[in-house]
């Protein structure tokens, strides 16, 4: 008998931890681009609350350092930029990112953005943006202070047209979430 009622309780407990209702977000990834020499990946992604889309700009992992050498110390930080809740406000927004490639070297915007482990958060803080170019690269460079260090991450031109070539075609192919 009392066999029988310790696996009757196991099976219940079991059965009602599956039952629970989720409180993780679930992560939709739109468009990725992985850099397999640096171990680097951005993506964008849409992480629906409450049936409302939120569309971000996963620019990875931020070194820390300062703005000419960083080291890489965990890759569960992300810095996630906020794209707008539509593809079309996505769009307008990854303009606005895609027209500092044309300024001048050094040029720099403030954005708000979430760096905080594995998901944004409610949290917006100051993101200095400017536009690097080491060598032959055209880059964004994403800049957070830190108790007394920078943590920075990089996107390259190239990746960056890939994502909103990638976000167009999604808003093509879902019409409705334009």
């Given at each position: 008998m009392?066999?029988?009622?310790?696996?009757?309780?196991?099976?219940?407990?079991t059965?009602?931890?599956?039952?629970?209702?989720?409180k993780?977000?679930?992560?939709?990834?739109?468009t990725?681009?992985?850099?397999?020499?640096?171990?680097?990946?951005v993506?964008?992604?849409?992480?629906?609350?409450?049936?409302?889309?939120?569309?971000?700009?996963d620019?990875?992992?931020m070194?820390?350092?300062?703005?000419?050498?960083?080291?890489?110390?965990?890759?569960?930080?992300?810095?996630?930029?906020?794209?707008g809740?539509?593809?079309t406000?996505?769009l307008?927004?990854?303009?606005?990112?895609?027209?500092?490639?044309?300024?001048?070297?050094?040029?720099?915007?403030?954005?708000?953005?979430?760096?905080?482990?594995?998901?944004?958060?409610?949290?917006?803080e100051?993101?200095?943006?400017?536009?690097?170019?080491p060598?032959?690269?055209n880059?964004?460079?994403?800049v957070?202070?830190?108790?007394?260090?920078?943590?920075?991450?990089?996107?390259?031109?190239s990746?960056?047209?890939?994502?909103?070539?990638?976000?167009?075609f999604?808003?093509?192919l879902?019409?409705?979430?334009?």
């Amino acid at each position: 008998m009392k066999r029988i009622t310790t696996l009757l309780t196991a099976i219940i407990c079991t059965a009602s931890l599956f039952a629970q209702t989720s409180k993780l977000p679930v992560i939709k990834e739109i468009t990725s681009i992985s850099n397999e020499n640096t171990g680097r990946t951005v993506s964008i992604v849409n992480i629906p609350v409450d049936n409302v889309n939120h569309y971000w700009l996963d620019a990875g992992n931020m070194g820390i350092g300062d703005k000419v050498v960083q080291v890489e110390v965990e890759h569960i930080y992300r810095l996630y930029i906020p794209l707008g809740d539509n593809v079309t406000d996505a769009l307008k927004t990854m303009e606005g990112l895609k027209s500092l490639y044309k300024e001048p070297k050094g040029t720099m915007r403030e954005i708000q953005g979430s760096f905080k482990p594995f998901l944004p958060g409610e949290g917006l803080e100051t993101v200095q943006v400017y536009r690097h170019q080491p060598l032959l690269t055209n880059q964004l460079q994403f800049v957070i202070e830190r108790d007394g260090y920078d943590r920075v991450a990089y996107l390259d031109k190239s990746d960056f047209n890939s994502l909103f070539s990638g976000l167009k075609f999604h808003g093509k192919l879902y019409p409705n979430e334009m």
